[in-house]
């Protein structure tokens, strides 16, 4: 018993030796890994956190939109966390709450429509969260909710559709033209800016009559519904169609010919956003004229969450510079589009 007491003793002994050992090597490597990972935090800035809540995929236009955010994001480092809302305003508002959640560095979101959005950035803003708007405006009551917009001018850009039409007309010689407008999703601000724009310009010009606007909310399917119901309504009545978007318009164009018309011909197809498909249609001379409006936001939005998000000032609106392509023009120039 006693040798085995001994032996227990000089056991019991080494063993407590053993874990103190052990207990020393553990404290010098947890010490060791926190040296280690602090010398990384202080050397490696953290990375940028930018939180985005796409509003759908509507548009060839909108997937470019996406897939620049997307590719820019990678080149600049900065750790997206991408939502797609799929056409809903609710999924955005659901979507910025869980990037608040998250404590993201940077907010940003392209809204679908304008109007609603107070309470949700007012959560943004009491969890000091910059938040960018991306392609389209917001209209809200509280100010100073969001730091900047980066997006087109779409007054500018109905301007520029109006101002086509004016010098077609003097061209053809037309002393009365019958327009019908096929609008963007309804209470966004490319369809509301693109209508003033449009209407402001066009309506001083007494040859100019809309006989109508319906709206095709930018989509393929809904441009080809649009385009039925008014060639039923106005048949050969009808001069110009003027539409929001390429994608309405690649709607409309085979409703004109099954209706017996040649676009571009008896009927001015004028658009907006020239994307690849509508600038070949266009050199075919199936549209007579596509207002540019870039979808390549994607480095703008980096540079400015960047900016934010170290503190910095940035601009409060921030347009790409955008232009149109028609059939007064030398077409063979335009560059491949990247949407
Ligand atoms: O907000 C930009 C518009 O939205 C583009 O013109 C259209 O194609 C998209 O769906």
Redesign the pocket.
């Known amino acids: 018993m006693k040798g085995k007491y001994t032996t227990g003793q000089t056991g019991a002994r080494s063993a407590r030796l053993r874990l103190a050992a052990l207990a020393i090597i553990l404290v010098l490597m947890a010490s060791a890994a926190a040296g280690c990972s602090g010398e990384k935090e202080e050397s490696k800035p953290q990375r940028l956190i930018l939180g985005f809540s796409q509003l759908g995929s509507?548009?060839a236009?909108?997937i470019g939109n996406t897939r620049d955010i997307e590719d820019k994001a990678d080149l600049y480092g900065i750790g997206l966390m991408l939502e797609n809302a799929n056409q809903k305003q609710e999924n955005q508002i659901d979507a910025i709450r869980r990037f608040i959640a998250y404590k993201v560095d940077v907010i940003a979101f392209s809204p679908i429509v304008e109007e609603g959005w107070d309470n949700v950035l007012l959560e943004a803003k009491k969890a000091g969260i910059p938040v960018i708007l991306v392609?389209?405006d917001i209209s809200t009551e509280t100010e100073g909710l969001t730091s900047c917009l980066i997006g087109a001018d779409f007054y500018k850009e109905g301007v520029m559709a109006a101002e086509y039409l004016i010098r077609k007309a003097d061209s053809l010689e037309k002393d009365h033209v019958k327009i019908v407008e096929i609008t963007?999703t309804e209470d966004?601000t490319?369809m509301m800016q693109r209508q003033a724009g449009f209407m402001d310009t066009l309506l001083a010009d007494e040859r100019m009559e809309v006989l109508e606007s319906v709206n095709g909310d930018?989509l393929k399917s809904r441009g080809a519904e649009c385009m039925r119901y008014l060639l039923e309504t106005y048949g050969s009545e009808i001069d110009v169609v003027y539409s929001?978007?390429?994608?309405m318009t690649l709607g409309a164009l085979p409703e004109i010919e099954a209706a017996g018309y040649v676009p571009g011909k008896d009927i001015i197809i004028i658009s907006?956003?020239g994307g690849q498909e509508a600038i070949d249609v266009l050199k075919s001379g199936r549209i007579n004229c596509v207002v540019e409006?870039t979808p390549m936001l994607g480095s703008e939005l980096m540079n400015t969450a960047i900016k934010l998000k170290n503190g910095e000032e940035v601009e409060k609106v921030i347009h790409p510079a955008e232009t149109y392509f028609s059939d007064e023009q030398d077409l063979s120039a335009i560059t491949e589009r990247s949407y």
Not at 244 to 247: C, F, G, I, T, V
């Open positions: 509507e548009s236009w909108r392609d389209r963007g966004s490319p930018f929001h978007n390429d994608e907006i956003d409006c």
